[in-house]
DNA sequence: CGAGGCTGGTGCAACGATGCACCGCATGCT
DNA sequence: AGCATGCGGTGCATCGTTGCACCAGCCTCG
């Protein structure tokens, strides 16, 4: 099923389906079009995406290169920002960079070698100058969950919720129940991400009257540079231990992700504590099993589906309208989903 | 960077650079091969898929067609399944089809169109008839998470796990705790995957010389004919409350999958119950979660990374080397683990 | 009445890689 | 000498689509 059977069937030329095909029909007998319609139709004829590319050097996929869609977080980053993609026709090439800073940047050569022109980037690097060289050649690159950074290309469209008002929702809600004595559980505040997220807790206890220099920033032993999505768990589970050895232990933890949330969760319960009772813990990015876990996790939810349509429409415009070429950042408002994890102090 | 400035930087026409890349090289001086291969690493060439694709009609892509990859367990395949076909070259075109049975044809049907040759599909459909069209006119097709049934194509390849094996291993594992009044938690036995775990259960029931029939199918109300993941948990929920309701409630129980058994722990949990002192309760999968949950769960675990391997392989090996085009069903072997959630019954 | 404009298309040369057919040369065989 | 054979490559048409340049035919206008 070749554009040359279509024009043959419709009694034109070549130039005229591929014309029709490329909104190119401004004086075009409606006559003339309805037949090539009619005949695509008869022929259930698709164009060759091929040699499509390889005449316009365009083509509709976009790459998404995330640390693992092993992880839920970025499993639902994936379906959502392929599902937008699928609704203009695009396809999503999917990356596992597997944390692997080399992996990452081979991927990204790799996807624009292959005349991909838009990629969503979950980095977990904080300087982006190994892809540098690929943006100033044309590469339309959206940074996800991770605000611009001063070093980073002047194109570059970053979305991100609003990491210090997320966390500070978290903390107000617990100060709100009448905690007093509150920890923050993270790993090293490496990623900008993450010292926003500090920021919010330290905010909100200011707002609550309370001076952070009484509340802990969990010191976790072995305070890892980065870490994957079971670590953060253990290292939750970890800090939970060592929070209970102090001696006035919090009563409530704002811990850095879901994932660690369980974690503490967990480390609360091997201490004997009840979550939700004797220990309120807030979690943040609302994963799946935030709702699963027993108790359900109170948590700050990442507008993900709007904020993955949000990254194609932003690569979309820019890639085929040749839109806005400037940079910017998108910050969504994070929303606070209480649930049975948090409870006034005992 | 095209074969041409390849071809130019080596002294040599495009059609000895493009024998070389193929592997035509046997008739080639070894110093000639030199001259190319530095003129590719000089000029960082790579040879532009569109155009290839368009020449020969091949491409390096495969299709992940997956309910959702929101859900750890797809998650853990696409991220398994994109390793295994890095490691060859080929990228991984990912298709959430939501578990409707039109996008996930119609994702089949346009991934052909883009000159895609493999996919490896997990269908929540019983029937395969949708692609059977496409199946005939080359179609690679590899079925995952679902045994070969009668009505699908000869060609087709099935990569599954062994489910009355597992399940089987579950249940024995329950009746050599000591468990002696055992419960099966499941949606309604729609799938071949769900019958034989059933066969699996009652299997391992009677090599304990235990009467199945004094066992119990949980006769959950709604049995809904398929079910997402989340409607799992619900399900394990409702079916725990009824489970406790009745004379004599088990002290054992099996579940479908882990997602269904989190929600039995839950609903155990809301009658006042322990997992793994009161009751035991064993899953089936082995995804993330279920060594996070408190308590850890014990499960059946499919060999993901091996399974996801095969698919490639499978898929790899019929579209290269044209291998074996007769199809055939790969059982692998599934392993329990041993957690917290199963004890002695008290 | 001829230059210029509009209408509704068509012709053609690419895009980059491929792989069959073929070539000139040297050597071996009869 | 005459022909076949092996060697190490090269020439060229081709894949399906695109979009600029162009073209006939008709109309308008000074």
Redesign the pocket.
């Known amino acids: 099923?070749?554009?040359?059977?279509?024009?043959t069937e419709a009694?034109?030329?070549?130039?005229?389906?591929?014309?029709l095909?490329?909104g190119?029909n401004?004086?075009?007998?409606?006559?003339?079009?309805q037949r090539i319609e009619r005949a695509i139709d008869k022929l259930g004829?698709?164009?060759?995406?091929?040699?499509?590319q390889?005449?316009?050097?365009?083509n509709t996929t976009i790459g998404l290169v995330v640390p693992s869609v092993g992880n839920p977080f970025w499993g639902a980053l994936a379906r959502h920002l392929e599902s937008a993609a699928l609704a203009e026709g695009y396809h999503v090439l999917l990356c596992n960079s597997e944390r692997d800073p080399r992996r990452e940047r081979d991927y990204v050569d790799e996807l624009w070698a292959d005349g991909v022109h838009g990629v969503v980037l979950c980095s977990s690097l904080p300087s982006l100058e190994h892809v540098m060289p690929l943006v100033e050649r044309g590469l339309q690159l959206v940074a996800f969950d991770r605000t611009s950074q001063a070093g980073d290309p002047a194109s570059l469209v970053s979305i991100s919720v609003d990491n210090a008002i997320g966390s500070q929702l978290a903390t107000q809600h617990l100060t709100d129940l009448g905690h007093r004595r509150l920890a923050f559980v993270s790993g090293a505040l490496a990623s900008v991400n993450r010292k926003e997220r500090y920021r919010g807790f330290t905010a909100g206890l200011e707002q609550a009257g309370i001076d952070p220099a009484t509340s802990v920033r969990a010191p976790v032993k072995g305070d890892a540079d980065d870490f994957g999505d079971v670590e953060a768990s253990e290292l939750g589970r970890a800090a939970a231990a060592e929070l209970l050895a102090l001696e006035e232990p919090p009563t409530g933890i704002v811990a850095i992700n879901d994932m660690c949330a369980l974690g503490v969760c967990r480390g609360l319960r091997d201490g004997g504590l009840e979550v939700g009772k004797d220990v309120s813990v807030v979690g943040f990015d609302d994963i799946v099993l935030a709702d699963l876990y027993a108790p359900t996790l109170t948590t700050v939810r990442q507008p993900m589906k709007e904020m993955a349509a949000a990254a194609f429409t932003q690569l979309r415009s820019r890639l085929d309208d040749s839109g806005p070429t400037q940079g910017q950042s998108l910050l969504f408002r994070p929303e606070l989903i209480v649930r049975e994890s948090t409870a006034p102090p005992s």
């Open positions: 099923m070749t554009i040359q059977q279509v024009a009694g034109v030329s070549p130039s005229t389906v591929s014309n095909l490329n190119r401004h004086r075009m007998l409606p006559e003339t079009r004829y698709r164009p060759n995406r091929a040699a499509r390889l005449r316009t050097g365009r």
